[in-house]
């Protein structure tokens, strides 16, 4: 945007170090975390004073406009230039959740996610890279008939932990260095790449199709706990529950990949 564009030509003008950028960038998204809690607050009062106790609906906000205009009547929000953020997106199931996505005006343009119980930074994606030619095997598939050596399936559980180790790691490093102290909301993991792209930051996963594991689901109940379910590619396809204090197996119940 051009107000984007004039901030970042006002640094580079002042001669200002990197120390002083990443100052700079810090207090940029702070400024719109706080400015966003307050539109938070304005949405919660527009749902107390609802009808049917509900959040306006998708269609109702599609801009920072709207957005003034709808809570016009609990709060007076500044004009865009003064906002701290632009505005991306809005969706409400018009009942009891939305999601706001703003940008900060750092120079890396951060995202930042609303809901009605948080705000937080999100990790931006790592960039795409570009589709690979298919690998032949090198080795034939698996005879059915041929039995299953007992040591290859304990083998291949053995990676899936271990690589869910390192998945585990990446979560506390999430948590210690969000602002909240908070890990990943449930609504921002929902399958193996949201869940490669939320912890980019802290790790690189493998692709999903070389990894030890598959994803099943992630939950979040509470800002201090999280619960990874996930199957090894063993025949029987062990679960595997990932918590912030341990891993475990379990017998798998029925499959609901993704």
């Not at 379910?229 to 025949?235: G, L, S």
């Amino acid at each position: 945007s051009d107000l984007l564009e004039q901030l970042l030509a006002e640094r580079a003008g002042s001669g200002m170090t990197d120390l002083q950028a990443e100052n700079e960038d810090r207090s940029a998204v702070a400024q719109a975390k706080a400015n966003l809690a307050t539109i938070r607050n304005g949405l919660g009062m527009y749902q107390a004073e609802s009808d049917d106790s509900a959040y306006p609906g998708s269609s109702e906000i599609t801009s920072y406009n709207d957005l003034r205009e709808i809570l016009s009547r609990y709060l007076r929000l500044p004009g865009g230039e003064e906002a701290g953020f632009t505005f991306e997106s809005f969706f409400s199931n018009k009942r009891d959740d939305f999601q706001l996505r703003a940008r900060a005006l750092d120079r890396n343009r951060t995202m930042i996610l609303v809901t009605p119980t948080a705000i937080q930074a999100l990790p931006e994606p790592p960039p795409r890279q570009p589709a690979r030619p298919p690998v032949r095997p090198l080795v034939s598939p698996p005879d059915p008939e041929r039995p299953v050596s007992p040591q290859s399936e304990t083998l291949k559980i053995g990676q899936a932990m271990a690589e869910l180790v390192a998945v585990r790691n990446l979560f506390i490093m999430f948590r210690a260095e969000n602002d909240d102290s908070a890990y990943p909301e449930t609504v921002t993991i929902q399958s193996y790449q949201s869940l490669a792209e939320v912890l980019s930051t802290y790790g690189q996963m493998p692709p999903a199709e070389v990894s030890s594991w598959t994803f099943m689901s992630y939950a979040r109940p509470v800002p201090d706990r999280f619960h990874l379910t996930a199957r090894a590619r063993d025949t029987t396809r062990t679960v595997i529950t990932v918590t912030p204090t341990g891993i475990t197996t379990s017998r798998p119940p029925p499959m609901n990949e993704q």
